[in-house]
């Protein structure tokens, strides 16, 4: 168990429709990152969040938008889905903002996932 | 940009011998990070190992180590004495230490170990 938890396990949803995923990172962890994990794209990093401040952004589309409370959990909203939406979504925490070298080089904790199907 | 490769999408191995998984990486990056990361069937993605790019000697971690060849950009996990349940999804990745704070993942590697 990383210490991560990630809400709903599974989540079946219609195109078009919105859905909302949930992280919970490590007590004490500041960053939390988003990642994608499809069949065709496999994993890809979507944003980060750093104490609450967007910190970086990877290939996030425009109908996905994600933000970090002030407990610092994060919440991933996905919008107007499509089939191609379908996929595994991890949130990953670490300490950190990223840019330590000391230690594990700034290790991410996953969570279990929340998988997403858009039928 | 940050690329990762991993030539094998799958490995046989036989119980209690031990398998290498390849990994190659290209960055231009001077201070990078390289993880290893399994994922079992139930889908969690778990931490195995880590190398820095300025660390002179190959990570270990119990049965798993990291046979690091910097000038040849490769960072390739040696699993021994396979167990039934390291068969799992192995991914590869990579992070830029100083500039850059996500993680970028191989294609992965499929491994079954035979009883």
């Known amino acids: 168990d990383s210490g991560v938890t990630q809400t709903p396990k599974h989540l079946i949803t219609a195109t078009g429709q919105r859905v909302t995923l949930r992280c919970s990172p490590r007590s004490g962890d500041l960053s939390v990152y988003w990642y994608q994990q499809s069949l065709d794209q496999g994993l890809q990093f979507l944003i980060q969040y750093y104490n609450g401040e967007e910190r970086a952004k990877g290939n996030i589309l425009e109908r996905f938008s994600a933000q970090q409370f002030p407990d610092l959990h994060s919440e991933l909203n996905l919008s107007s889905l499509e089939l191609g939406d379908s996929a595994l979504y991890f949130c990953?925490?670490?300490?950190?903002?990223?840019?330590?070298?000391?230690?594990?080089?700034?290790?991410?904790?996953f969570g279990p996932g929340t998988r997403l199907t858009v039928l | 940009a940050q690329k990762i490769t991993q030539t094998q999408p799958g490995m046989f191995v036989q119980e209690k011998e031990a398998v290498t998984l390849d990994c190659t990486y290209d960055t231009s990056d001077q201070s990078y990070g390289l993880f290893w990361y399994k994922q079992p069937s139930s889908g969690e993605m778990i931490f195995l190992i880590y190398?820095?790019?300025?660390?002179?000697q190959n990570a270990t971690e119990g049965r798993y180590s990291l046979n690091f060849q910097k000038a040849r950009k490769s960072a390739n996990l040696v699993i021994s004495a396979s167990q039934l349940g390291d068969s799992a999804m192995y991914f590869c990745?990579?992070?830029?230490?100083?500039?850059?704070?996500?993680?970028?993942f191989g294609a992965g590697t499929t491994v079954t170990v035979r009883a």
């Open positions: 990745a990579m992070r830029d230490l100083t500039n850059d704070y996500k993680l970028s």
């Open positions: 190398q820095g790019s300025y660390d002179e």
């Open positions: 990953a925490s670490s300490p950190n903002s990223g840019t330590e070298t000391s230690g594990r080089g700034g290790e991410q904790f």
